[in-house]
């Protein structure tokens, strides 16, 4: 029995839209025109490719393989090709979800595998999507008669929306899924959009109406690092903030500054105009801003060893991020059962 990700029972989670369009691409068509008119851009493939996506469904197949197939297979200099390039496959839910391994493509070649043996009860499977790469199809192969639902629906179901820089995306993390938002919707069981944009996030007005109208639970704006200097983030990150607000006047947002305090010449400063608007969020009455600094995500101890460039965090700095963050994400999330 073959089915594609494009085919019911099977849900495509973490691409706004898909429902409706069946496009496996973050950022809709129009929207990547007005922020790139040139579709040779970095951006516009950045924002077309689909990190952050993941297809699931229920079955009690026995056998399960995954078959990708790729529109693009793209280097990275910093992540190994089981970083950027491979889907990764998980059974279970939320927390208790176990790790079956990875499609991984060839150096010269747009195709990866995997097949698995499971036991014969019906559990979930989540599949998540390479962070580099643009997704043309995935097909699961099951066991003739065996049974395909759909996947058990997330505790939260409303999307909460990163938007930052390659860090957000998840760059350096040695598997997609240890990146600290795929780590946090783990642990906490939430649907979420990825919208790290490696080197382009200058909190573009576009993305924020963008962002304003998926609606979503919580915003996380982790936006710092790609503001060319301090004065661009002085100008741009009250506005982005204020524009979000405007909009979703009870929206909760979390504000983050960058880990990497100590290879930052600028990292003071900058954390001091995140608190800026943070300060004068709560100053105007707003109950539903949240700050989180930076400089606490790698803790006390072994800062030094949580980077791979002193840049992106390694696995281990993204587990310290996220656990930095859980709490603070959890509160809000349960204060809106």
């Known amino acids: 029995m073959r089915y594609s990700i494009f085919d019911a029972p099977v849900r495509v989670y973490g691409i706004p839209g898909f429902q ?12 990547r025109k007005q922020l790139c008119p040139d579709d040779a851009s970095q951006l516009s493939d950045i924002l077309t490719r689909t990190v952050g996506a993941r297809a699931a469904f229920r079955t009690n197949s026995k056998n399960v393989r995954i078959d990708m197939k790729l529109k693009t297979l793209q280097h990275d200099v910093g992540m190994s090709r089981f970083a950027c390039s ?8 939320g927390d208790e979800q176990i790790f079956r391994g990875l499609a991984v493509p060839g150096f010269d070649d747009m195709t990866g595998d995997i097949a698995f043996i499971k036991e014969d009860i019906t559990e979930d499977v989540m599949i998540f999507f390479p962070r580099n790469e643009i997704v043309e199809d995935i097909i699961i192969t099951l066991d003739d008669g ?25 760059g350096h993390a040695g598997l997609v899924t240890n990146a600290y938002t795929a780590l946090l919707s783990r642990w906490l069981d939430f649907e979420y959009y990825n919208f790290g944009l490696s080197g ?8 924020g109406e963008y962002i ?3 609606e979503p639970s919580v915003f996380v704006f982790d936006y710092d690092h790609n503001a060319p200097d301090a004065d661009f983030l002085r100008r741009t990150h009250e506005r982005f903030f ?6 979703m006047p009870y929206l909760p947002v979390i504000l983050m500054s960058a880990p990497n305090f100590e290879h930052m010449p600028e990292a003071k400063e900058r954390r001091e105009i995140i608190k800026t608007t943070y ?4 100053d105007s009455g707003d109950e539903n801003v949240y700050f989180i600094d930076g400089e606490e995500f790698f803790g006390a101890t072994e800062r030094f060893v949580c980077t791979t460039d002193t840049t992106h965090p390694n696995d281990y700095g993204f587990h310290k991020m996220a656990r930095v963050i859980e709490p603070v994400l959890k509160g809000i999330l349960e204060g809106l059962e």
């Open 20 to 31: 409706k369009n069946k496009k496996l691409e973050r950022f809709p068509e129009e929207l």
């Open 86 to 93: 491979s889907a990764a496959v998980y059974t279970g839910k």
């Open 146 to 170: 065996a049974k395909i639902l759909p996947p058990t629906p997330y505790k939260y179901e409303k999307p909460v929306v990163f938007f930052g820089s390659s860090i957000t995306e998840g």
């Open 200 to 207: 382009n996030c200058r909190g573009q007005t576009e993305i």
């Open 212 to 214: 304003c109208s998926l």
């Open 242 to 247: 204020k524009l979000i607000r405007e909009r």
């Open 279 to 282: 300060k004068n969020a709560l």
